[in-house]
């Protein structure tokens, strides 16, 4: 639009700051509900016993009401989901657990190291027929409001034969049909 009014028009004025100011409100609101999950998550967790050494708390796609948490101890993470909207005080979490026993058998552990730090400490590793794969938990499972066993969006193969160069959000959207956005939309209303 800014393109199409003459330089020194009071409509530029205008539409350069309603784009930056929509932008600002929704960053705001999308903190606003981050702080908002944070604190009732840890609340939830001190109830429900859970100790746990860090926590990642990030939002499903394509909005700011649903939000993945990964509360991680000495072996693993408990995952689930929670809306804004949620009205019980609880969480479905489900425990998995990091693998690190499987360190061992990578064969170029410098990559390991790599990922390792790329994921800031939250990963898991697991073992599928001969392979392994590094998850990295702060993407989040590809629809996992609606199956808590699904895959993580960002998975790396740790065997040199294994083609990683699309590794970022590997399928990331590939299950998602009208079933799964419907589960989504549901989800984000609440328990």
């Not at 479905?92 to 990922?115: A, G, R, S, Y």
């Not at 499972?141 to 083609?163: K, R």
């Amino acid at each position: 639009m800014l393109l199409f009014k003459k330089q020194k028009s009071k409509g530029r004025q205008w539409i350069w700051k309603t784009g930056l100011i929509i932008p600002f409100l929704y960053l705001l609101y999308s903190l606003t509900n981050k702080f908002y999950v944070s604190a009732e998550t840890e609340t939830i967790l001190a109830a429900q016993h859970i100790k746990y050494n860090k926590l990642l708390i990030t939002s499903a796609p394509l909005q700011t009401w649903l939000w993945f948490i990964a509360a991680e101890n000495d072996s693993g993470f408990y995952t689930g989901y929670r809306s804004v909207f949620d009205k019980q005080k609880c969480l479905d979490l489900h425990f998995k657990p990091q693998n690190n026993n499987l360190i061992h058998f990578v064969k170029e552990p410098n990559q390991l190291n790599k990922l390792i730090k790329f994921s800031q400490g939250f990963y898991l590793i697991e073992q599928r027929k001969d392979s392994l794969i590094f998850y990295d938990l702060r993407f989040a499972q590809i629809i996992g409001w609606q199956n808590s066993l699904e895959d993580y969006a960002f998975c790396y193969y740790l065997q040199p034969e294994v083609d990683n160069t699309l590794v970022v959000q590997r399928g990331r959207f590939a299950k998602w049909n009208k079933q799964s956005f419907q589960s989504l939309l549901h989800r984000i209303k609440g328990n």
